[in-house]
């Protein structure tokens, strides 16, 4: 299966930086495309550092690699895993647990904010689709990464 795991950065590979996580390292998780390279641009543009994956799959292998300080994923990533998937697969880990992370969706955020509930996932910020640059800062200025 080829992966499709967009790993570098302005200042260089994901992989190749320490594991410590910091201010504005943040890993975008969402299979689209188009989607995910504008999410990408803007948060680059706002000086963080970001790296992208297509799937919980691929974010897993760069996760495996590194703890970024914040974890934005879509929920829905056209596969059988979910966004929710991939959070409650980082809670369980000891060393990803405390990674902040953001859902994003265009699903109902009222039944969203159920299942993260059901998920144990209360911690986890919801930023609806289609969302303006404000929204995403706001929620970035709320999220400690």
Known sequence: ????????????????????????????????????????????????????AASVEDAQQLLALH????????????????????IAWMRRSPRLAAVPAMLMTGDDPDETRVRLDDAGLRDVEILAKPFERGALTRLLGRVPA
Do not use: Q
């Not at 504005?24 to 550092?49: N, P, Q, S």
């Not at 703890?67 to 991939?86: E, F, M, Q, S």
């Open 1 to 52: 299966m080829a992966t499709n795991v967009s790993a570098t950065t302005a200042k260089g590979s994901f992989a190749s930086r320490a594991s410590a996580p910091r201010r504005g390292d943040v890993l975008v998780v969402d299979d689209d495309d188009f989607v995910r390279h504008a999410l990408k641009r803007l948060l680059i543009t706002d000086g963080r550092e970001c790296v992208a």
């Open 67 to 86: 703890a970024p300080a914040l974890v934005i994923t879509d929920l829905n990533l056209g596969g059988k895993l979910t966004g929710i998937d991939l």
